[in-house]
Structure formats: C-alpha cells, structure tokens
C-alpha cells in the first residue's frame, strides 16, 4: 500500500477524536453554537479548527489508544461532552447576565414586552436581552472564543484522544459555577431592585396621604423611568461584574482542563462560589 495512504488510515482516527472533542463546542458555547451561524458554515468551521490543531496534538507524541468498535461510540460521545462541558460552563456567565435583566424587567414592569433571542431560540425580556449582548460582546471583547478553543487544547495534555470517558463531566464544578452565576446576577439585578422597593414604599406612603393621587395611572411610569436610569448609572459596574464572572469562569474552566483525566478531578471546584 503507499506510504501515504498508510499515513492517511493512522491519523485519520485521532483526527476524528480531536474533531469530536471540539464539536462539543458548536452545541452549547456562545457565539459557535448560535442559530444566527447556518450550519454549513459551523461545520466548515469546526473542520478548518480541527485542522489548525490536529497537527500541535500529533506532534505532542500522543498516542490514541486502540478502540473497539463496540466502545468507539462511548468514546465519542465521552469527547464531544468534553467539549460541551467547556461551553456549557464559558455561558452561564452570560445567562446570569440575561437572568439578572430578566428579573429587572419584571421589577420595572416590563415583563410583557419581549423580543426574540436567536442564541436561545425563545422569548426574552428586552432588558435581559439588552444585558445579554453587552454581556457577549464583553465576553468576545476578552478573547472568550479564543479560551474556548485554548481550554480544549489544554485538556489534549491531560488526557488524550481516545482517553475520555462519560464520568469526565464536571457535575460538580458546573453546580458550583452556577451557584457563582446566580451570586452574579443578584449583584447585577440588586440596585435595581433596591430602587424597585423604595419606590414601592414611598408609593404606599402617597396613596395613604394623598388618596386622590391614582397611583397604578403614574407608579409604573415612574418604575420604568427610574429603572433606565439606574441602570445607565451602573451600566459600567454592570460591565465590571461581568468581566469579573468571565475571567473566573475560565480560570475555573482551565483549572479542570489541567486536572482532567487525574483522580478526584473535581476538586478545583473548592471555593468557586465564595465570591
């Protein structure tokens, strides 16, 4: 047989491996797994990364163990969930950002004004959707796309193609980190909030000394009115809050991928949601 060809049939397993492993990326991970991309174009896109890397694992010297054909589809499966757990974790950062704009809608009583939210194919409120993308713009703006597609890297030196299994997901870390996010988007929602409820009291304390005052008629006007201003106020501390939950997310997403395949690989997850 021609030497090429041999070459072709030995790689050409690992290459799939690797593939798999990144395709995780294109179900769940902002930006890649967005119905606004066709399909045709992520596809391209996931063959043009695994390419691009394909090359930095063979030439690391990692050997792909040999596969059954009965384990192969176990393995696979075990790749791509590698690759979903990273973007799974690199996007509740930016739901708690839509969650906490979804909390402040209601408060200000716009609740029943949605949009449509192609990343998530569902209805949202205009302020959770408002926050969600200035949360994913701060979220490209910081070189997420390039950690994703870093992390993945990284978890090739910790266990190598073929290696994965189905009990490599974080179960643990990811109910930690969304703890973390929920932290978040209290913090992000609270001023709001907090204003909310000042004006609720001191409505009440109208209607009970002015009685002729109709205050359903001018109450929410002046929820809505005060909400835009708070957040214009906090729209910079906002952005702080959310850099912050993206710059932990991946130090805890690249702490997993460094001990990924060791025993006891969920323990980084100690102290994730202290913050």
């Known amino acids: 047989m021609d030497p090429a060809l041999v070459a072709i049939f030995e790689n050409l397993m690992p290459f799939w491996l690797v593939a798999a492993r990144l ?33 930095a694992v063979a030439s690391a010297g990692i050997e792909t163990p040999p596969l059954e054909i009965g384990s192969l589809a176990m393995v696979l499966l075990a790749e791509v969930l590698i690759g979903l757990a990273i973007g799974m974790l690199a996007t509740l950062p930016l739901v708690a950002i839509q969650v906490a704009g979804s909390i402040i809608s209601y408060k200000m009583g716009l609740a029943l004004a949605q949009v449509f939210n192609p990343e998530f194919d569902a209805q949202s409120e205009v302020i959770g959707q408002l926050l969600y993308l200035m949360g994913l713009a701060i979220f490209v703006q910081m070189g997420g796309l390039e950690h994703m597609v870093l992390a993945v890297m990284q978890t090739f030196e910790t ?115 202290d913050g």
Do not use: K
């Open 159 to 273: 266990l190598p193609p073929g290696m994965a299994w189905l009990d490599v997901a974080p179960i643990q870390l990811m109910a930690a980190m969304t703890d973390a996010a929920f932290v978040i988007g209290l913090r992000i929602a609270m001023p709001v909030l907090l204003m909310g409820t000042l004006i609720s009291l001191a409505m009440g304390v109208l209607m009970r000394t002015v009685p002729q005052i109709n205050i359903m008629t001018i109450g929410f006007a002046i929820q809505i009115v005060m909400g835009l201003g708070v957040i214009t106020v906090a729209i910079f501390a906002i952005g702080e809050v959310a850099g912050e939950g993206i710059v932990e997310a991946f130090e805890q997403i690249f702490s997993w991928a460094r001990t990924l395949g060791e025993p006891g690989q969920d323990s980084v997850t100690t102290g994730v949601g």
């Open 23 to 55: 395709s995780g990326l294109f179900l769940f991970a902002p930006v890649l797994a967005s119905r606004l991309l066709m399909r045709q174009f992520r596809v391209l896109l996931l063959v043009m990364l695994t390419v691009a890397l394909y090359p």
